[in-house]
């Protein structure tokens, strides 16, 4: 009982290398809901999306949060690094607490309305004032507003209480390829790049681009780039897969509607942690530039391309002037790439079951299309349309709600085929 009825939370997020004191609250009390715990199904109620599987992962939420908060209370702390971990953790398992005692708040007060509803429907018979009887109509009206938030917030916690990938939690490589469709194709995929670029800015996230290489036309052969923030990768993931684009060329004097095609990849950005690259696992080129791009092109050794020997992954860089700059591009794009794969082999049971319904997430799967002639786009993995084209392609509204679409129907699927 120690999380549930004395429990910790921290108002902001600490920095990541001091040790925060874990502040107390209540989550449940009060007559009628007095006591609601972990396991004793006070919060788990007929009907609710709270399934025992979810309640069991709830007491192991309720246990690890104090093990945690026990962690960084210890003489010496620990060191910088486990103090990270232990911080990033720590932020995960206190979501679980707000939602969790939102929950509880409602439900203590709803006992409470009823109590009350009780108490005048079997006390004051024909006696009941004036004041009695709008006591009971506010009651009665507040009891159903809060009757209502019980499924959303059970929802929230629900999600909440579902395994994590990790990876969510990180900043992303997105990489942006041009398909079938020649020179249309490469402007496709260097309007995708932008799109992308607005919306990492709209959510405040950093958006660096990494490396293109250009067509005569301007577009993009192919182009990746890095995006920063809290849970980029969990935001963007589904966006990985074949874009196919239907629209007039400018070059097109019969009018006709050319489809064209780009593929995406999200890569999730890793750590030195996550992945360990030794030195003599890598060969190192350096190499002049070529392409469009001044004076330094084909004048001094600024690109680099780096092969990871034992996967024969390659990653070559070449927009710096710098040497040094390049080189730590490439390791950026190398460490997503390989990482990438190593989850892969890791989550492939479980993106098999989802699969036919949210897709795999592989840059060869059909995803989306996107319609100019009738400013429309439509996500083929879960139906959704939106009339907005020009909103998304600006990084707008209507790709947020794409990607809402997305991440509900992986948790939903989730929900199906959870066991504790």
Same mark, same amino acid.
């Given at each position: 009982?120690?999380?549930?009825? &004395?429990?910790?939370?921290?108002?902001?997020?600490?920095?990541?290398?001091?040790?925060?004191?874990?502040?107390?609250?209540?989550?449940? $009390?009060?007559?009628?809901?007095?006591?609601?715990?972990?396991?004793?199904?006070?919060?788990?109620?007929?009907? $609710?999306?709270?399934?025992?599987?979810?309640?069991?992962?709830?007491?192991?939420?309720? #246990?690890?949060?104090?093990?945690?908060?026990?962690?960084?209370?210890?003489?010496?702390?620990?060191?910088?690094?486990?103090?990270?971990?232990?911080? #990033?953790?720590? !932020?995960?398992?206190?979501?679980?607490?707000?939602?969790?005692?939102?929950?509880?708040?409602?439900?203590?007060?709803?006992?409470?309305?009823?109590?009350?509803?009780?108490?005048?429907?079997?006390?004051?018979?024909?006696?009941?004032?004036?004041?009695?009887?709008?006591?009971?109509?506010?009651?009665?009206?507040?009891?159903?507003?809060?009757?209502?938030?019980?499924?959303?917030?059970?929802?929230?916690?629900?999600?909440?209480?579902?395994?994590?990938?990790?990876?969510?939690? !990180?900043? &992303?490589?997105?990489?942006?390829?041009?398909?079938?469709?020649?020179?249309?194709?490469?402007?496709?995929?260097?309007?995708?790049?932008?799109?992308?670029?607005?919306?990492?800015?709209?959510?405040?996230?950093?958006?660096?681009?990494?490396?293109?290489?250009?067509?005569?036309?301007?577009?993009?052969?192919?182009?990746?780039?890095?995006?920063?923030?809290?849970?980029?990768?969990?935001?963007?993931?589904?966006?990985?897969?074949?874009?196919?684009?239907?629209?007039?060329?400018?070059?097109?004097?019969?009018?006709?509607?050319?489809?064209?095609?780009?593929?995406? &990849?999200?890569?999730?950005?890793?750590?030195?942690?996550?992945?360990?690259?030794?030195?003599?696992?890598?060969?190192?080129?350096?190499?002049?530039?070529?392409? &469009?791009?001044?004076?330094?092109?084909?004048?001094?050794?600024?690109?680099?391309?780096?092969?990871?020997?034992? $996967?024969?992954?390659?990653?070559?860089?070449?927009?710096?002037?710098?040497?040094?700059?390049? @080189?730590?591009?490439?390791?950026?794009?190398?460490?997503?790439?390989?990482?990438?794969?190593?989850?892969?082999?890791?989550?492939?049971?479980?993106?098999?079951?989802?699969?036919?319904?949210?897709? $795999?997430?592989?840059?060869?799967?059909?995803?989306?299309?996107?319609?100019? @002639?009738?400013?429309?786009?439509?996500?083929?993995?879960?139906?959704?349309?939106?009339?907005?084209?020009?909103?998304?392609?600006?990084?707008?509204?209507?790709?947020?709600?794409?990607?809402?679409?997305?991440?509900?129907?992986?948790?939903?699927?989730?929900?199906?085929?959870?066991?504790?």
């Amino acid at each position: 009982r120690g999380w549930l009825g &004395a429990t910790s939370r921290r108002e902001s997020e600490p920095p990541a290398l001091t040790r925060p004191a874990c502040r107390s609250f209540r989550t449940c $009390s009060g007559s009628g809901a007095a006591g609601a715990g972990v396991g004793n199904g006070s919060a788990i109620r007929a009907g $609710s999306m709270m399934t025992p599987a979810l309640e069991v992962r709830l007491d192991g939420v309720a #246990k690890r949060h104090d093990e945690l908060c026990a962690l960084l209370t210890t003489n010496p702390p620990p060191p910088p690094v486990e103090m990270m971990r232990i911080n #990033k953790e720590l !932020a995960r398992a206190e979501k679980v607490v707000s939602a969790y005692a939102a929950l509880c708040h409602v439900r203590v007060e709803i006992a409470s309305l009823q109590e009350v509803l009780d108490s005048a429907s079997s006390g004051g018979g024909g006696n009941a004032s004036e004041d009695d009887d709008e006591l009971s109509a506010m009651a009665e009206e507040e009891l159903g507003v809060l009757s209502g938030q019980v499924p959303t917030l059970e929802q929230d916690l629900a999600h909440l209480l579902l395994p994590s990938d990790t990876a969510d939690e !990180a900043g &992303a490589i997105v990489e942006v390829r041009a398909g079938t469709g020649g020179d249309e194709a490469a402007l496709f995929a260097q309007e995708l790049l932008k799109m992308y670029e607005l919306f990492a800015r709209k959510q405040g996230w950093r958006f660096e681009l990494l490396s293109t290489s250009m067509t005569e036309n301007g577009g993009y052969k192919e182009a990746s780039a890095s995006v920063t923030g809290d849970e980029v990768y969990g935001v963007l993931k589904f966006e990985s897969g074949v874009h196919r684009v239907q629209r007039i060329p400018a070059t097109e004097t019969q009018g006709r509607v050319h489809t064209s095609t780009a593929s995406v &990849a999200i890569l999730p950005q890793a750590e030195e942690v996550d992945v360990v690259i030794r030195d003599e696992d890598l060969r190192i080129d350096v190499m002049r530039a070529s392409g &469009a791009g001044g004076q330094h092109v084909n004048c001094t050794n600024s690109a680099v391309r780096i092969t990871h020997i034992p $996967s024969g992954v390659v990653v070559a860089i070449q927009d710096e002037r710098s040497q040094h700059k390049n @080189k730590d591009k490439a390791l950026k794009v190398l460490r997503a790439r390989i990482y990438e794969a190593e989850r892969r082999k890791v989550h492939q049971t479980r993106a098999d079951q989802r699969k036919s319904l949210i897709g $795999s997430g592989d840059r060869s799967e059909r995803v989306r299309t996107y319609n100019f @002639k009738e400013g429309r786009v439509k996500d083929h993995r879960v139906g959704v349309q939106v009339n907005d084209l020009s909103g998304m392609m600006e990084g707008g509204d209507s790709l947020q709600e794409i990607i809402d679409a997305l991440q509900l129907e992986e948790k939903r699927q989730m929900l199906l085929e959870f066991q504790p």
